[in-house]
């Protein structure tokens, strides 16, 4: 029996192409900025998001982490939305490390911010007040089920923060889904904002690593933000030289994946037990409800057991991300072990 694991698109493995090209990767000590083939990541990624420059970092927990600290002052409150993955999945980084208060605006089920909410969050000058100095925003957006931002609405934010004097961080650990669902180039994602992230280890199946961009003055304080995390790495071409395979072979086919996700929540809308609504998978992640009959990390576990991995979103709540290593014959088959346990489930509940 396959396993399909649709925990996460971390999961995936490199491709042979990625391999051959750590192998013959030409390398040097990153720290003094001699690794050949970083300094062309580097160049490649800060092209491609359309800003000066682009730093390597070892994961998308760390590039969100040192966007922060780049950008904001111990005791500074930086606003997300209160699915954020920096407010969730982080480990409270931004305010164990950055020292920063994290303060939450709603995320619409779409992923944004209200901008009227944002607004009125932003702290006026006041004695008391700590200063509001960082957005953060997220595209796609992971909590709210791989949802997209248009551009439109990026630019629409970051002139809004603009104008109060406060910078934008884009956490676009996925911005190339984004990119494909609406068939528009990265960088005018990122266009409107001051500095953004990208992870090359989901979707596009690198191994390791992330890219944290923004002009020239920001990446050098970001780097030396990186290796004051203890993040300086030296021969680490051979990361960089599967993330450029990544950049370079696997944008383009995000949308099979997205085509996936999609046959994925159409198949679970037909499960009569489960509730989804498939017109609002945009990317490759589908969030599904489960009754409450039923036991989330009890469903988790016997659909595990069936060979079919997916994750907890909370609750009810159950996530199931698409990526290379599934393909449309896989989904049918989860389909069918799902809708296995469902019934088995349900059966026993009665
Ligand atoms: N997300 C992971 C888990 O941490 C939940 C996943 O499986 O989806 N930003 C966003 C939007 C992310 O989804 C993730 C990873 C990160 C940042 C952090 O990236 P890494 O795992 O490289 O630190």
Known sequence: MKTIDLRSDTITLPTEDMRRAIYEAELGDDVYQEDPTINRLEEQSARIMGKEAALLTVSGAMSNLIAVLAQTRPGDEIVVGDQAHMLWYEVGSASALGGVVIRTVPNEED??????????TIRAEDIHFPRTTLLGLENTHNRCGGTVLTPEYTTAAAELAHQHGIRVHLDGARIFNAAVALGVPASELAAPVDSVCFCLSKSLSAPVGSLLCGTCDFVASARKWRKMLGGGMRQAGIIAAAGIVALDDMIERLAEDHANAR???QGLARIPAIT????RVRTNIVIFDLPASISTSEFIQRLGRQGVKVGSRGGQRVRAVTHRMVEAGDIQE???RIELVVREMEAAAR
């Open 276 to 279: 989804v609504n498939p017109d």
């Open 334 to 336: 989860a389909l069918k």
């Open 263 to 265: 046959l994925l929540a």
């Open 111 to 120: 992923g944004r911010l209200d901008l009227r909410t944002v607004e009125q």
